[in-house]
């Protein structure tokens, strides 16, 4: 199958300024990935390739914002995740033709298959096609990803991580920045980041941090001060994978957290 990648410029704070839309086509049938948002280059792709179908990766803003343009000037058969009818069309503004869930095939070619991704939001999920991997916001080939509560969940992340390590994608397609060619390396250092990141948080609640404010300040070495409330939302993150592994008590009413004995 051929993938052809669109940078898209977009408004939100996407860790390039920019989301990777892409057209995914084999057979003279194409299906058109994260539209963010009209550009030429975008338009002048479609309008050769054509979209018989349209899906996204999951719903954050930065990755839908012309979804309903390209579905409005194609025609093209729309997706969703099963039971997230109503979230995707909230953020689209269009409701889904089909659902997919884990293992749907998506019929362009010899079919593409629906992978399950969920962490960095709930309704996140991977195309793949052959051995090539559209993967959203699961992998940057620099960086890490943000995985912030509320939405964003910590232990479904590394199950994601982990299964895409497992399978050994040939080359992934990130939703910000360039392709991935050494997916398993990328895949390793995201995980060991997520570890390290997870002993500071752990270790700064049992060295006396009680509130995500006094975990954030503690558990980065860096200044965070431009970015804090996305650090400060990947710690709560972390702190919830901890409570429901029971190596702390998180209230999240009071927004106060504290050491369980091992």
Same mark, same amino acid.
């Given at each position: 199958m051929n993938v052809t990648r669109v940078s898209v410029p977009v408004e939100t704070r996407a860790p390039t300024g920019a989301t990777n839309a892409y057209l995914v086509s084999d057979d003279?049938?194409?299906?058109?990935?994260?539209?963010?948002?009209?550009t030429t280059d975008l338009d002048s792709l479609v309008e050769d390739?054509?979209?018989?179908?349209?899906?996204? @990766?999951? @719903?954050?803003?930065?990755?839908?914002?012309?979804?309903a343009d390209y579905a409005r000037d194609t025609g093209a058969t729309i997706w969703c995740?099963?039971?997230?009818?109503?979230?995707?069309?909230?953020?689209?503004g269009v409701s889904a033709d089909h659902t997919f869930v884990e293992g749907t095939t998506i019929p362009v070619g010899s079919g593409i298959e629906v992978l399950d991704t969920p962490g960095h939001a709930r309704d996140h999920v991977t195309f793949v096609a052959g051995d090539e991997y559209v993967t959203g916001d699961l992998a940057m080939a620099e960086g890490s990803v943000v995985v912030g509560a509320p939405a964003g969940d910590m232990r479904a992340y590394l199950v994601s991580l982990r299964r895409l390590y497992a399978r050994n994608p040939r080359r992934m397609h990130p939703g910000h920045g360039p392709v991935i060619e050494d997916s398993r390396?990328?895949?390793?250092?995201?995980?060991?980041?997520?570890?390290?990141?997870?002993?500071?948080?752990?270790?700064a609640i049992r060295d006396g941090a009680r509130t995500p404010d006094e975990?954030?300040?503690?558990?980065?070495?860096?200044?965070?001060?431009?970015?804090?409330d996305l650090a400060r939302a @990947?710690?709560?993150?972390?702190?919830?994978k901890l409570a429901a592994e029971r190596r702390v008590r998180w209230d999240p009413k009071t927004q106060s957290v504290e050491p369980l004995e091992r």
């Open positions: 003279g049938e194409t299906l058109l990935l994260d539209p963010a948002a009209r390739r054509g979209a018989d179908h349209i899906a996204v @990766t999951h @719903t954050h803003p930065d990755h839908v914002g012309a979804v995740r099963r039971g997230r009818e109503a979230m995707f069309e909230a953020a689209t390396d990328v895949l390793a250092r995201l995980i060991d980041h997520r570890r390290a990141r997870e002993k500071k948080v752990e270790a975990v954030t300040d503690a558990a980065y070495d860096k200044d965070v001060s431009a970015v804090y @990947t710690v709560v993150a972390h702190i919830e």
